[in-house]
């Protein structure tokens, strides 16, 4: 009997947008494009008439705005949303607020019918990981102040712990893909300022990752920004990988350094979580370093994760219940690199624990 295909809804003002990404996901035998729409007012009977299982949806339309469509269909008929959303500041800012909002995923929005590229094998392994997705998790507490509005002013400065209780040796690095900012954001506010050096690699398209690094900087006690190469980890600051770019991680002298550079995608993905771990592993003291692999789709990041758990560093896998996608953190944990599952709301406590 053959699968059942996922049934895929394009929503896009542009019908050469349209007519890319329904070619894109046209070459997956294990997807059904079954509509698109120019617009929300038509997405919104499409939906009632085709049932799709995943929709991908540009933010900036006519009639109605992206934002508030995600937010209409998130409380009256949840399904996996992923963004495609243009690569400006305007579109980063949009982007993460959609992800607040409940989109699973955001892509760079193909500019013409020449600019699909890498994406297109990309499009198709995020609409089937967005198949996967538990959208069935409790709501998310809310925030005990407003987030600060993103804007393109400079990123805020914040100064460096003049004492640590840490060791250069020791470092925390963390994994995550679909369902991951939100996750990051969950576990990254709850840490003091006081905190070891932490390497985050999140799947998430370049430009985008330094709006959400300024925006994980507005609300963290620790410092957080887009790394550069040559950035020193240090404590009570945290490096985004930017995308399109492997982070690895070298000891040089007293202290550790990230270096970035293009290569292949890894598991259909730059940054890679697995070029991290691995790269990690070739130099960081065991029993300093605690490692945490957050939801996502696939296996990046299990086998660096392993490398890692054998050189004595603790790891955690967050579990299953509390997973948008289940994929990452069971393959750390049927291949035995997570010592433990933990779900998202204990996870800042299990790495805090490590430290001790």
């Given at each position: 009997?053959?699968?059942?295909?996922?049934?895929?809804?394009?929503?896009?003002?542009?019908?050469?947008?349209?007519?890319?990404?329904?070619?894109?996901?046209?070459?997956?035998?294990?997807?059904?494009?079954v509509?698109?729409?120019?617009?929300p007012y038509?997405?919104?009977?499409?939906?009632?008439?085709?049932?799709p299982d995943?929709?991908?949806l540009?933010?900036?339309?006519?009639?109605?705005?992206?934002?508030?469509?995600?937010?209409i269909i998130?409380?009256?008929?949840?399904?996996?949303?992923?963004?495609?959303?243009?690569?400006t500041?305007?579109?980063?800012?949009?982007?993460?607020?959609?992800?607040?909002?409940?989109a699973?995923?955001?892509?760079a929005?193909?500019?013409?019918?020449?600019s699909?590229?890498?994406?297109?094998?990309?499009?198709r392994?995020?609409?089937?990981?967005?198949a996967?997705?538990?959208?069935k998790?409790?709501?998310?507490?809310?925030?005990?102040?407003?987030?600060?509005?993103?804007?393109?002013?400079?990123?805020?400065?914040?100064?460096?712990?003049?004492?640590?209780?840490?060791?250069?040796?020791?470092i925390?690095?963390?994994?995550?893909?679909?369902?991951?900012?939100?996750?990051?954001k969950?576990?990254?506010?709850?840490?003091?300022?006081?905190?070891?050096?932490?390497c985050?690699?999140?799947?998430?398209?370049?430009?985008?990752?330094?709006?959400?690094?300024?925006?994980?900087?507005q609300?963290?006690?620790?410092?957080?920004?887009?790394?550069?190469?040559?950035?020193?980890?240090?404590?009570g600051?945290?490096l985004?990988?930017?995308?399109?770019?492997?982070m690895?991680?070298?000891w040089?002298?007293?202290?550790?350094?990230?270096?970035?550079?293009?290569?292949?995608?890894v598991w259909?993905?730059?940054p890679?979580v697995?070029?991290?771990?691995?790269?990690?592993?070739?130099?960081?003291?065991?029993?300093?370093?605690?490692?945490?692999?957050?939801t996502?789709?696939?296996?990046?990041?299990?086998?660096?994760?392993?490398?890692?758990?054998?050189?004595?560093?603790?790891?955690?896998?967050?579990?299953?219940?509390?997973?948008?996608?289940?994929?990452?953190?069971?393959?750390?944990?049927e291949i035995?690199?997570?010592?433990?599952?933990?779900h998202?709301?204990?996870?800042?406590?299990?790495?805090?624990?490590?430290?001790a």
């Amino acid at each position: 009997m053959p699968l059942r295909k996922i049934k895929v809804l394009i929503v896009d003002d542009s019908a050469v947008v349209r007519k890319v990404v329904n070619e894109a996901l046209a070459m997956d035998p294990e997807i059904e494009v079954v509509g698109t729409a120019a617009d929300p007012y038509i997405a919104r009977d499409k939906i009632v008439e085709l049932q799709p299982d995943v929709m991908t949806l540009d933010i900036e339309m006519p009639r109605m705005d992206g934002l508030r469509f995600l937010e209409i269909i998130m409380q009256h008929k949840p399904m996996p949303v992923i963004i495609m959303s243009s690569l400006t500041q305007a579109g980063s800012e949009y982007a993460l607020r959609a992800l607040q909002l409940g989109a699973v995923e955001v892509l760079a929005k193909p500019s013409n019918a020449y600019s699909i590229g890498e994406l297109a094998e990309q499009l198709r392994e995020v609409v089937k990981s967005a198949a996967q997705c538990n959208l069935k998790l409790p709501p998310r507490p809310a925030q005990p102040t407003p987030p600060p509005a993103i804007t393109a002013t400079t990123t805020i400065q914040k100064p460096a712990p003049l004492t640590s209780a840490y060791t250069s040796r020791q470092i925390i690095l963390l994994g995550a893909s679909t369902g991951g900012t939100e996750a990051l954001k969950d576990i990254l506010t709850q840490f003091p300022a006081d905190m070891p050096g932490i390497c985050i690699v999140q799947h998430i398209p370049a430009y985008f990752s330094k709006a959400f690094a300024d925006r994980l900087n507005q609300l963290c006690k620790i410092s957080v920004r887009e790394a550069v190469d040559g950035d020193a980890v240090e404590p009570g600051l945290a490096l985004v990988a930017p995308g399109d770019f492997h982070m690895l991680l070298k000891w040089k002298g007293t202290r550790y350094e990230v270096q970035l550079k293009k290569g292949p995608m890894v598991w259909h993905q730059r940054p890679a979580v697995d070029v991290l771990f691995s790269s990690a592993a070739e130099c960081v003291d065991g029993k300093h370093t605690t490692v945490g692999l957050l939801t996502g789709m696939g296996k990046d990041g299990a086998e660096g994760m392993l490398k890692l758990r054998q050189k004595g560093a603790r790891t955690f896998a967050q579990n299953e219940e509390s997973c948008i996608v289940f994929g990452m953190p069971r393959t750390a944990m049927e291949i035995g690199a997570a010592e433990k599952m933990v779900h998202l709301r204990d996870f800042h406590n299990a790495i805090m624990g490590s430290l001790a």
